[in-house]
């Protein structure tokens, strides 16, 4: 192994040396601020001491013993039994991003760095959040650092179309939020809102929405197939808003977004993808890509009040550029429902994970 000490103006200038002087296979071992010069103690330069490893030989090292042990197993096939390192795990990103150290300050943003929603960036985000501490030395200046990064690509929208149609997977809110939508509409907006469902699949959901119907006192419109949808549309023409309930289906039929598509039409219409913060991040990214063939204006997180971990909501946005509508944040209509700026979508998303 060798180990090498870097001294630098910054991190990230003493993360490029050490690229080009070991490599991207380099282990972070240590990073820390020195002053160098001066005289007694005076007119000294702030500088950043980084202590680097590298394996000699990395990749032989790894692969041979694998080889061998199959080898010694089966003899006879050992092409077919040795699995040789995948990309993945070759990645010299991954690998030396996993073993680099956050100075003992900052220990709790590994768990965030080590995020499958941040994984194209960690390693930007870890010199952001190095640099800023030794700059500042403030850990309330180092989360402001990151939070802002993280603004950035999260956009949130409002509603633009008088219809507002809400589609997703089974379970995950999706009456419940256009009950809180009708509410707001209605009640704090004093705007005239009717409603549509398309979930005719079981009875309890139609008088689910019903039952909110009417303590609200809107009206409600069943739709069995594409022409009793046109026609609702058009009964309810008068109203400033319309909100439309689908049925949720399981996300791995791949004739669900078939059949919505056949069951509606989304011109003058907002279709906001509704998600819920408790699913794993990998199916969410699953349900995007099936909704492809949608034309989305957005997504709705639902459930965000039983769990800490929001980085979905960073990831989606991110990946898709699409924006975020509404948070959900319980099960009490109306209330539970926010409309967050982008700086407080990122600001709760770091809080929750760092607390
Ligand atoms: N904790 C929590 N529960 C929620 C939230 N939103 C909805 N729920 C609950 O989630 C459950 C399912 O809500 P629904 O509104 O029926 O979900 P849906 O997506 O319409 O379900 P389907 O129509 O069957 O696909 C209910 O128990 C709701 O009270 C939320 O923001 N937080
Ligand atoms: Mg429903």
């Given at each position: 192994m060798m180990v090498k000490r870097i001294i630098a103006n910054s991190v990230s200038e003493a993360m490029e040396l050490v690229k080009q002087d070991l490599g991207n296979d380099a282990i972070i071992l240590n990073t820390r601020q020195i002053k160098v010069g001066g005289l007694f103690g005076l007119f000294a330069q702030k500088k950043v001491e980084l202590v680097a490893s590298v394996e000699e030989h990395p990749v032989v090292k790894t692969a041979q013993p694998v080889k061998q042990i199959s080898a010694e197993l089966k003899p006879t096939k050992p092409a077919v039994q040795s699995r040789p390192p995948t990309m993945e795990s070759l990645s010299p990103k991954i690998v030396s991003f996993a073993s680099r150290r956050l100075p003992e300050a900052l220990s709790a943003y590994e768990v965030l760095l080590a995020e499958p929603a941040l994984q194209h960036e960690a390693e930007a985000l870890y010199d952001l959040l190095v640099s800023t501490y030794y700059k500042t030395n403030d850990l309330s200046q180092v989360e402001q650092a990151f939070i802002t990064t993280l603004t950035t690509p999260i956009q949130v929208t409002t509603a633009t179309s008088r219809f507002i149609m809400v589609t997703g997977p089974t379970g995950v809110g999706k009456t419940t939020t256009l009950a809180k939508l009708a509410a707001y509409y209605r009640l704090t907006k004093q705007q005239t809102v009717g409603l549509i469902t398309?979930?005719?699949?079981?009875i309890s959901a139609i008088e689910q929405l019903r039952t909110y119907a009417d303590i609200i006192d809107i009206p409600l419109r069943v739709a069995y197939d594409l022409q009793e949808f046109e026609q609702a549309k058009a009964e309810l023409s008068d109203c400033d808003v319309i909100l439309v309930d689908t049925a949720g289906r399981?996300?791995?039929?791949?004739?669900y977004v078939e059949q919505l598509k056949k069951r509606h039409d989304f011109s003058d219409t907002d279709v906001f993808l509704v998600l819920s913060l408790t699913s794993k991040y990998r199916d969410l990214e699953q349900i995007q890509q099936r909704f492809d063939q949608v034309p989305l204006s957005g997504f709705i997180f639902t459930k965000?009040?039983?769990?800490?971990?929001?980085?979905s909501i960073y990831g989606l946005v991110k990946k898709t550029q699409l924006p975020v509508f509404c948070l959900t944040t319980g099960q009490?209509?109306?209330?539970?429902i926010i409309w967050p700026t982008s700086a407080e979508v990122s600001r709760m998303i770091v809080e929750r994970g760092l607390r």
């Open positions: 398309t979930d005719t699949y079981r399981n996300f791995l039929d791949a004739g965000a009040d039983e769990t800490t971990d929001l980085w009490e209509v109306p209330e539970d």
